[in-house]
């Protein structure tokens, strides 16, 4: 009995060893030994490379260190975010305005940090927004969201923010072709191939401040735009676009933008655009569209609404841009580190088709036109074709390079990574990912000079990775030490939203780039800051009372205010005096309708709070700040409309009265 | 059998604690309120404190320089006297009333301007904190700034 027992687990162990071999997504075959200790950063210890990961569906974007995973901060961008005040204090709201007023929300899906000659310089983060179209720069000296521009002519901006080599531009393709701007857009949606266009931004960037602006924009047949890749060494002054949807179907486009063999990347040469707008061929065309600008002496944002932007219409000029077919929806369009070779993605084709710029440039000098797309010269695919890596897995959708010779391609369909020859465009070796894979991230793997050591996968679907919960479960990225011939992946670690593209630098470049631990509270501009307690005061102008206050370990002053009234709106201004690093104190009032306040050392920064009733409201510091945090509170009082409670304020045993308001 | 067990514990546990202290490094930005007792004193000089300042570089005079005073009452009304006040009342911190006739002029600069480190190891700033239950901040003062605080505190203390 026992024995027949004993055979019977034995069978069903064996039945499962069988099985789980069977399955290649298995973890415990594609995790050896060692893989622990060479993630493992110690307590105390730096990572050797920060990972700016785009935060998809939250809107934001999230830092990681590589190799620990560890989660350093998540930064707002395009989203409200409570935690830090985002888009909640008076400051911040103008930052997220544009030509449809305050949007909370979007959808950012790429990073692209900032460049000098190909290589990574560690000044500026860029992200773009793919919902309501907007391009974002993060300061890496403050990791502040420093400014943000909406594209007009857009819809869907997922072919950005890619960037050239010395980042002269950051580009914005629209995934959706629609009607201009200045086009009467109430047309019958299936008038698509009529009215419909695509729009391509180039923002030009200012080396020295980052201040960014439309330079121009390329008006393109009515395709989706899905990602770009500029070029770099010898193809700089060229950009490539990915497309899809090149049938130009409106509905249903699983299908009906699945019918043709072979889109296009477009190849743009982007110095001859530039040559046709300085001889003054752009044309003025008029849109809408906000310029959103941090001051970090104010510690304000400012929204502009801009009315003009500069477009070229790339069908009467013959030169600017050409096509190369590409089998089939392409997804990435990447070029190596010496610029020579696009490595094309399409999302349903079976082979990897490489092509190269030398190829290209002969192709046009020879006019190998293979006829014409909506006026664009189409090239002949065998005339620019380098080779094609022949069935290296299904569904392939980025690539990126370790500057060895390597390309390293996602696989979404068949849930793995292949590393391959770019020469002789022979696969050396592949590893299973958990699952649906989506881009790749080696450090500096977009430039002229990657850091190949390591390379990060970031999942789709996570199921059976993590502890369930719930019906949702959060992304996975997978980190592969690369440093060897084979990948070895060394950690799997969730990350926030939906993470698309993410790019890694070096941690001294980032840290050692002049980041700012204060604000210097004497270079505090802010218009209602209170420098120091002297300053502190409550004025009252009309029905807005505006509370100039000072937060210090453990105090606010004033921290008892009387003498409001219901029907008045009350704005407290609060000034963070601390000029300590990491001592940000928070502002939180019972029955705010927005948020809490997160003020960094030196700022000033503003939430407005209409009471509701008559009564006591506590407020208190929500960031635990000292020994005595939780005695960092205060009391305001507000009486009945037409109360004559007279306004006063105090802290200690100071009491002061309002100056009378002229 | 098992004493030897119980020794190899007991030297275990020691080497551990003993590393443990070893390893023990002064956090110069930590907002850590709680005392922390540092075994490393013997260098530290009580009557300097610790910091970039000496009987050598800074030098008073008899009588007050007002410019400096003036100065150091603008920064202070800045950065300071949110904790402290003129008189020897406590606020947060302890108040200034003839902290200059308790402290060496150069200890007072270092303080300020290095708190951190100090707190660590002078004795009395850790009983101060025992009283005060929160660490002085280091609040980002230029040298030029403490030695006009230093003289404002002088002027609090009856110096003409
Ligand atoms: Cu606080």
Known sequence: MRTNLLNFLAGILTVLVLLSSCRPKNAATAISGDAAVKSFVAPGQYDEYYNFVSGGFSG??????????????????????????????EETKPMLNTSHGFVPWDDLHHVELSQTNGEINGKWVFGNANNTPRIARIDLKTFKTAEIIEIPNSAGNHSSPFGTENSEYIVAGTRFSVPPDDADGDVPIDSYKKNFKGHISFISVNQETGKMDIAFQLKTPG???????????????????????????????????????????????????????????????????????????????????KTEVTV??????????????????????????????????????????????????????????????????????????????????????????????????????????????IKDLTVVDRVPTFYSVGHLCIPGGNTRKPSPKYLVAYNKITKDRYLPTGPELAHSAQLFDISGDKMQMILDFPTIGEPHYAQAALADLIKNNGQLKIYKIEDNKHPRVAKGESESKVVREGNKVHVYMTAIRSHFAPDNIEGVRMGDEVYFHVTNLEQDWDVPHGFAIKGANNAELLIMPGETTTLKWVPDRVGIFPFYCTDFCSALHQEMQGYIRVSPAGSKTPLTFHVGKLPSVEKPVQ | MRNIKIILVFATLAFVIACGGNNQKPTPDSNASSVQKKSEVSDYDPNRGEGKFNEQNVILDASLNKAFADAGEIASGVKCTSCHKMSSERLVGPGWKGVTERRTPYWLMNFITNPDPMIDKDPELQAQLELCLVRMPNQSLADEEARNILEFMRKNDGVK
């Open chain 1, 312 to 421: 070229l219409d790339v069908s009467e000029f013959k030169d600017i841009c050409y096509m190369i077919p590409c089998p089939k929806s392409p997804h990435g369009c990447d070029v190596d580190p010496t610029g020579e070779y696009i490595v094309g993605s399409g999302k349903l084709a079976a082979l990897l088709p490489v092509f190269s710029f030398d190829k290209l440039q002969a192709a046009i000098a020879n006019k190998a036109y293979d006829g014409e797309y909506e006026g664009i010269p189409v090239l002949k695919y065998e005339e620019v074709l380098y080779g094609e890596v022949k069935k290296p897995g299904l569904g392939p959708l980025h690539t990126e390079f370790d500057g060895k010779g390597f390309a390293y391609t996602s696989f979404f369909v068949s849930s793995e990574i292949v590393k391959w020859n």
């Open chain 1, 223 to 305: 395709v989706n735009f899905d990602l770009a890749r500029c070029g770099r060494a010898k193809s700089h002054g060229w950009f490539f676009f990915s497309t899809y949807n090149t049938e130009q179907a409106n509905t249903l486009l699983e299908v009906n933008a699945s019918q043709k063999d072979k889109d296009y990347i477009m190849a743009v040469n982007w110095k001859k655009a530039e040559e046709y707008l300085k001889a003054g061929k752009g044309k003025k065309q008029k849109v809408k569209y906000a310029h959103n600008v941090w001051d970090d002496h104010a510690h304000t944002g400012t929204s502009t609404i």
């Open chain 1, 60 to 89: 934001q974007m999230s830092v990681y260190g590589l190799p620990s995973g560890r989660l350093f901060r998540v930064i707002p961008v395009f989203s409200v975010d409570p935690e830090k005040g985002w888009g909640y204090s």
